[in-house]
């Protein structure tokens, strides 16, 4: 079955950087965008952009350019989102999602845990 | 940017209930591009709706999405114990993608 398999949750300082991977199975991955979305505790969504595992071509979110780089690996399929110069309201949840022009974003990953303290 | 505004914030029913729940853009989405997620707390997001109306894949038929242009419904006929959770809808026709702030559905 399609499915996005994240890395486990992440403590950092601020000022650092992170870097999340998704791992995709169950369908060619160079067939479809993966794009990053967010969701600090008890709050909404927030997208931060999208990946083409074909070509490597990206598109950011205003609010995170120049802060976030989203990369992939075809030869494991999988999919990475780096985030630097952290702060502490950068503290959520951070998913990667399937993109499909019919569907949008389907499936989910199982979302990752990135928090920021000092 | 499209801003989706979802109201009311919290819906406060019993299980058999009718969920009547209310996305609203502040431009018109492109090509119907609007879907509705749930999401059970601990949970990532589960597809309901796509395309303003299609169920995607093993979704109840209890579950039905309509509207078009900047005004989009989310209808649950019949509430069963396991519905109770936020609701989010998406519009994709544009980027930045955008979602709305969520409708909280409780056991009244």
């Known amino acids: 079955q399609v499915q996005l398999v994240q890395s486990g949750a992440e403590v950092k300082k601020p000022g650092a950087s992170v870097k999340v991977s998704c791992k995709a199975s169950?369908?060619?991955?160079?067939?479809?965008?993966i794009h990053w979305v967010r969701q600090a505790p008890g709050q909404g969504f927030e997208w931060m952009g999208w990946?083409?595992?074909?070509?490597?071509?990206?598109n950011y979110a205003q609010k995170f350019q120049g802060r976030v780089t989203m990369t992939r690996d075809t030869s494991i399929s999988t999919a990475y989102m780096e985030l630097s110069r952290l702060r502490s309201d950068d503290t959520a949840v951070y998913y990667c999602?399937?993109?499909?022009?019919?569907?949008?974003?389907?499936?989910w990953g199982q979302g990752t845990l990135v928090t920021v303290s000092s | 940017e499209i801003v989706l505004t979802q109201s009311p914030g919290t819906l406060s029913l019993s299980p058999g209930d009718r969920a009547t729940l209310s996305c609203r853009a502040s431009?018109?989405?492109?090509?119907?591009?609007l879907a509705w997620y749930q999401q059970k707390p601990g949970q990532a997001p589960r597809l309901l709706i796509y395309?303003?109306?299609s169920r995607a894949t093993d979704i109840p038929d209890r579950f039905s999405g309509s509207g078009s242009g900047t005004d989009f419904t989310l209808t649950i006929s019949r509430l069963e114990p396991e519905d109770f959770a936020v609701y989010y809808c998406?519009?994709?026709?544009?980027?930045?993608?955008?979602f709305g702030g969520g409708t909280k559905v409780e056991i009244k």
């Open positions: 998406q519009q994709y026709g544009s980027s930045p993608l955008t």
């Open positions: 999602a399937r993109g499909d022009v019919v569907t949008s974003l389907l499936p």
């Open positions: 431009q018109s989405v492109s090509s119907s591009y």
């Open positions: 395309g303003v109306s």
């Open positions: 990946v083409i595992p074909d070509s490597g071509g990206t």
């Open positions: 169950g369908y060619t991955f160079t067939g479809y965008y």
